[in-house]
């Protein structure tokens, strides 16, 4: 597993399964044109086990997962705040009327960054949506589609 975070670091709710020290904390329900967060009482450690049961089809695909944030190392950070965490909260729009249960709050990059804003759009990021529409698609990438 990679690791180019600080232990100390705040938690990405957008990680990658294989970076080291990585929980999963969310189940991806709904459906494949609607897909949604549905929130763990208590995140798990990500194991093979577990990441093999979202067979046949990607983790992500299946898990939402978190892991401290690696900073610098992605292209999402500006060397002081995650880019995505504020493409969400601009573009997005909210998709729950309270804070949604999450286990990870306490400690999310995202929380800590953007607030309350940021939990009311978190369930309908999908780390790995292969249905997604152009708008999440920008909102992933940071990239305009200008065709």
């Avoid at 990500?46 to 978190?66: D, G, K, N, Y």
């Avoid at 729950?96 to 709050?105: A, D």
């Avoid at 990021?125 to 990438?141: E, G, H, K, P």
């Amino acid at each position: 597993m990679k690791n180019n975070s600080d232990q100390n670091s705040p938690l990405c709710p957008s990680a990658r399964p294989e970076i080291e020290g990585s929980r999963v904390f969310g189940i991806i329900t709904g459906t494949v044109e609607n897909p949604h967060v549905t929130y763990l009482k208590q995140s798990l450690p990500v194991t093979e086990e577990l990441m093999a049961m979202s067979a046949p089809v990607t983790p992500t695909e299946v898990f939402r997962t978190a892991a401290p944030c690696i900073q610098n190392g992605c292209r999402h950070f500006d060397g002081q705040n995650c880019r995505l965490a504020m493409r969400v909260v601009e573009q997005l729009t909210v998709v729950e009327e309270h804070l949604p249960p999450c286990s990870i709050r306490k400690e999310c990059r995202w929380f800590q960054q953007e607030g309350k804003a940021a939990c009311l759009r978190c369930p309908q990021v999908i780390t790995d949506n292969y249905n997604a529409s152009d708008l999440v698609r920008q909102v992933a990438t940071g990239i305009i589609n200008n065709e």
